[in-house]
């Protein structure tokens, strides 16, 4: 009697022990799943429908820099086109002064949200480009967004003019 009662005990410790082993593994999963697979769909979800984003939705520092750059490489195109000498060297002078308004966070949203409104709301014209496990890169008409992982969230890390053309066909 002493033998069934231990074999028993054994048994539901067994049980225990693999029900607890299957609630990790579940729960571990469905952790994996939110962090990889529903994360970046809710964001690019939320940009889209909304076509708008706020300061906790983007790597501001990055694309701060690249909206810098993008107002750099506009005014060295305007002054070539005027015919002025060195217009590298006079760009670099007059850059500080055209991205003042920059420094400020919320011109680095309202930026972005301006961008972003011009973009169309259709689910077909966002195209998925890449899928990795801390970034994704999405092309909509000329613009690439690249969204990443950071810490346990997801941001819009970049926007701007696609570098190559992107095919369309499937």
């Not at 750059?69 to 002025?84: G, H, K, P, V, Y």
């Not at 077909?124 to 801390?134: D, G, H, K």
Request: hydrophobic share 45%.
């Amino acid at each position: 009697m002493y033998i069934l009662t231990t074999s028993k005990r054994i048994k539901q410790i067994t049980f225990l022990l693999l029900f607890f082993v299957a609630a990790i593994g579940v729960s571990y999963w469905l952790s994996w799943r939110s962090a990889h697979v529903v994360g970046p769909a809710t964001l690019i979800e939320k940009i889209r429908s909304t076509q708008q984003v706020t300061l906790d939705l983007i790597d501001v520092e990055n694309i701060r820099a690249e909206l810098i750059s993008t107002i750099e490489t506009r005014l060295i195109d305007q002054l070539s086109a005027s015919n002025i000498e060195q217009p590298r060297q006079t760009a670099k002078l007059m850059l500080p002064d055209a991205t003042d308004f920059l420094s400020k966070d919320k011109m680095v949203v309202s930026q972005v949200n301006q961008q972003l409104k011009k973009l169309p709301k259709a689910e077909n014209a966002w195209q998925q480009l890449s899928a990795e496990s801390e970034q994704q890169m999405y092309h909509v008409l000329d613009k690439c967004l690249l969204i990443a992982r950071v810490e346990r969230h997801w941001i819009l890390q970049s926007i701007g003019v696609c570098e190559r053309p992107v095919s369309t066909s499937n």
